[in-house]
């Protein structure tokens, strides 16, 4: 069975620090995706990043980067220069291949940005 | 930017009712979900639907659940007879397709399920 853990509960930064979320993820299949999403205070979920696990490639964008791990099973979130607009519960997700697209959620990180 | 849409955005209802939730996927998209977050926890998946059937699901979602397709542009979450436990925020999803980059989910805003 698939597993998502988000370890932080809760973290809280001044605005302009750089913060970490980690995400650690348990899975029997070769190949799987993992992804992030931001919940602001509205509630929706928004849509961040998409990797595959073949792709071990950081990636950046903007303020945000990402660093996948397969060996620790990693995939952890960090942004720079944080602003308080960033404020808002982030969740890891992992869904497997094969047909079956369920995506299973961490338990999320709220992230408090103060100014 | 197309979007999920979802109505209604809060939804209040007695115990024992029947609720429908009410989702329009992103038009060109294939594959679409519903899953729930009660307050304070996190997202779990309910079901996936696909080709106008059930393709997955959870074993929350039980016989007082069903979804539907019941035009182009519409999909369904009923909930039979609801009960306390119920009260959660649904969303829906929907994604592209099974291929590489085409399947990223896209949520809608939710619909806040408040059973008293």
């Known amino acids: 069975a698939q597993k998502v853990t988000q370890a932080q509960t809760e973290i809280s930064v001044v605005e302009k620090e750089d913060v970490t979320l980690d995400c650690v993820y348990e899975?029997?299949?070769?190949?799987?995706?993992l992804f992030w999403y931001k919940q602001p205070p509205s509630g929706e979920l928004v849509f961040l990043i998409r990797?595959?696990?073949?792709?071990?490639q950081n990636e950046i964008s903007g303020r945000y980067s990402w660093n996948f791990q397969k060996s620790t099973s990693s995939f952890n979130f960090t942004i720079t220069a944080s602003q308080v607009v960033d404020s808002a519960v982030y969740f890891c997700?992992?869904?497997?291949?094969?047909?079956?697209?369920?995506?299973?959620f961490g338990s999320g990180t709220r992230l408090q940005v103060q100014p | 930017e197309p979007e999920v849409t979802q109505t209604p955005s809060h939804q209040v209802t007695q115990m024992g009712q029947e609720v429908i939730l009410r989702c329009v996927p992103i038009?060109?998209?294939?594959?679409f979900y519903w899953y729930r977050q009660i307050l304070g926890q996190k997202v779990e998946f309910l079901v996936s639907?696909?080709?106008?059937?059930?393709?997955?699901k959870s074993e929350i979602f039980d016989d007082q659940f069903s979804v539907e397709r019941p035009d182009g542009s519409n999909f369904t979450l009923k909930i039979r007879s609801t009960k306390l436990e119920d009260s959660a925020m649904y969303f829906c999803?929907?994604?592209?397709?099974?291929?590489?980059?085409?399947?990223?989910?896209?949520f809608g805003p939710g619909t806040r399920l408040t059973v008293l």
């Open positions: 038009s060109n998209h294939l594959y």
């Open positions: 899975t029997r299949d070769t190949t799987y995706y």
């Open positions: 997700a992992l869904s497997e291949a094969g047909g079956r697209r369920a995506l299973t």
């Open positions: 639907f696909y080709n106008n059937e059930i393709s997955e």
């Open positions: 999803a929907s994604s592209a397709g099974p291929g590489v980059g085409t399947d990223t989910q896209y």
């Open positions: 990797r595959n696990s073949f792709d071990e």
